[in-house]
C-alpha cells in the first residue's frame, strides 16, 4: 500500500474547559500516527471555554475526516481546519537594539511591539523558514526570549501590500 503524503494542516477547536479533554484530542491524532507540530491552549471571552490549536501533519483527504472524529468528543464545541498557508507569529525579546539590529529587522518585515529601558518586543508574521532565519540573525546575548505560534492565513500574502495581518479567531460566544 503507497503511503499517502503529509500535509501541514491547522485545527481550532473550542472547548469546555475540563479535565482529559487536551490528551483525548492529541489522542485522536496519535492513533493514525498524524504527528502533531505544535500546540497552544488560550483562554476565551467565555470563562469555560478554551481555544485549542493543533499544527498537524496529516494525509489532505483525510482532514476532513479527522474534523468528524474530533466533533465526536465529549466537551469539542466546534471544530474548524485551515487549507491555508500556515505561517507562524513569533516575539522575539531583545536587551537591547543596535543599529545593525534595526536594519536586521527592516530587512525581515519585523515590527516593534514595545521598547522598554531594559528590553525591547519584536514580533514578526512569517513562514516558519523566515521565523528561522530572523532567529538566526538575532541569536546571541542579546536574544534573552522568543516564542512562535502557528496562524492560519486563508489567501496568499503579498508583503508589500499587506500592512498589518489579522488573525481571526472563531466566536463561541451566543451573543455573535
Known amino acids: 500500500m503507497k503511503k499517502e503524503a503529509l500535509t501541514t494542516k491547522l485545527f481550532s477547536l473550542s472547548c469546555h474547559d475540563q479535565d482529559g479533554i487536551l490528551s ?17 491552549q488560550a483562554r476565551t471571552d467565555v ?12 494525509p489532505a483527504a483525510k482532514a476532513d475526516h479527522m474534523v468528524l ?15 491555508g498557508a ?11 537594539c543596535t543599529g545593525e539590529t534595526l536594519n536586521i529587522l527592516r ?28 532567529y538566526n540573525e538575532l541569536d546571541g546575548p542579546a536574544l534573552v526570549g522568543f ?12 508583503w508589500e501590500e499587506v500592512k498589518e495581518v489579522e488573525v481571526s479567531i472563531p466566536c463561541i460566544s451566543t451573543t455573535c
Not at 47 to 58: C, G, H, M, S
Not at 70 to 82: C, D, F, M, P
Request: proline share 5%; with cysteine.
Open 24 to 40: 483525548r484530542i492529541i489522542q485522536t491524532f496519535s492513533r493514525p500516527n498524524y504527528p502533531v507540530v505544535s500546540l497552544s
Open 147 to 158: 516564542s512562535q505560534l502557528p496562524v492560519a492565513i486563508s489567501q496568499p500574502l503579498c
Open 47 to 58: 470563562r469555560e471555554v478554551v481555544l485549542i490549536t493543533l499544527e498537524v501533519r496529516i
Open 86 to 96: 500556515i505561517m507562524q507569529y513569533a516575539v522575539y525579546r531583545l536587551s537591547s
Open 69 to 83: 472524529r474530533l466533533q465526536k468528543i465529549i466537551g469539542v464545541l466546534e471544530v474548524t481546519v485551515s487549507f
Open 107 to 134: 530587512r525581515h518585515q519585523a515590527q516593534t511591539i514595545t521598547q522598554h529601558q531594559d528590553h525591547w518586543l519584536i514580533q514578526q508574521t512569517a513562514h516558519p523558514d523566515d521565523i528561522q532565519r530572523l
